[in-house]
């Protein structure tokens, strides 16, 4: 849709899933990267983007919440230049330490795409996603979707939804990875620190001093464990202390001990 309206670029975050990256750059779009610090996203330096893309909520994977003052600065340049905001909130719902933050949407509903998934609530599987689109985009986006859920799925989440069941299993899965992230902090304390806020399903776990993110990846396969390092969701450029970036939500609970054993294994050679 946006390469349709003439658009020719898309900023994107540094830091984050490549696979973005390279879903935009298929579509005949420039992915441009945009620096991102311990506020989050930097407003700086968007050209002629034609939007976008942040996670403002909870950066993945540095894990940092993008400030008050560049979230109205991005709404701001949205509204002057009129470029779009997409707001990926892939895990709002998981914040630990206090209320999550509110969506970059209500500030300015013409000029935010809300983007939201019940991957992390749920089941991946599911693959049921939504977008909060400005009223005037409706029709072009709907044009362009070459691919939707099932009917009864869709259903199946309405009714879950407004029977409250949603919530409540919200509430139970955030009491769980609450805990999961606790003791992930608890093991690791004396080896490595855990950065970001106290929120998701992943965790960034900065390296001594050293050590490669390559060397530690290796040793921790040679343990059973797939963790990926800081560079792997690093646009070119862009440099970092090495770090590991580590999901504590995958390992089913009678496992979950174990992991976090190697994982201390690992760290503390």
Not at 180 to 200: N, S
């Amino acid at each position: 849709m946006l390469r349709a309206r003439g658009g020719t670029t898309i900023a994107i975050e540094g830091y984050g899933h490549q696979s973005h990256r390279r879903l935009v750059e298929a579509h005949g779009l420039h992915a441009a990267a945009l620096s991102v610090d311990d506020g989050g996203a930097v407003p700086a330096d968007l050209g002629d983007a034609a939007a976008v893309l942040l996670t403002p909520a909870h950066q993945f994977p540095l894990g940092v919440t993008l400030r008050p003052h560049r979230r109205r600065a991005l709404v701001g340049w949205a509204g002057d230049s009129g470029g779009l905001v997409i707001e990926d909130d892939y895990d709002g719902e998981f914040r630990y330490d206090r209320q999550p933050v509110g969506a970059m949407q209500s500030l300015a509903p013409e000029h935010v795409v809300y983007a939201g998934t019940a991957s992390k609530s749920l089941a991946p599987g599911l693959r049921l996603g939504w977008l909060v689109l400005p009223e005037h985009l409706v029709d072009e986006v709907v044009a362009v979707v070459d691919a939707s859920p099932g009917s009864l799925d869709q259903l199946t989440l309405a009714a879950f939804l407004a029977s409250g069941g949603y919530d409540r299993q919200v509430r139970h899965a955030r009491l769980v990875y609450r805990r999961r992230r606790d003791r992930l902090v608890a093991a690791l304390h004396r080896r490595a620190p855990v950065t970001g806020i106290a929120a998701g399903l992943h965790a960034l776990v900065e390296l001594p001093g050293g050590v490669t993110e390559d060397e530690v990846v290796a040793r921790a396969a040679g343990h059973g464990l797939a963790i990926d390092g800081l560079a792997s969701f690093t646009a070119p450029g862009m440099g970092h202390p090495p770090a590991l970036v580590v999901g504590y939500g995958r390992p089913p609970d009678h496992a979950f001990t174990t992991a976090l054993a190697r994982l201390s294994t690992v760290l503390g050679r």
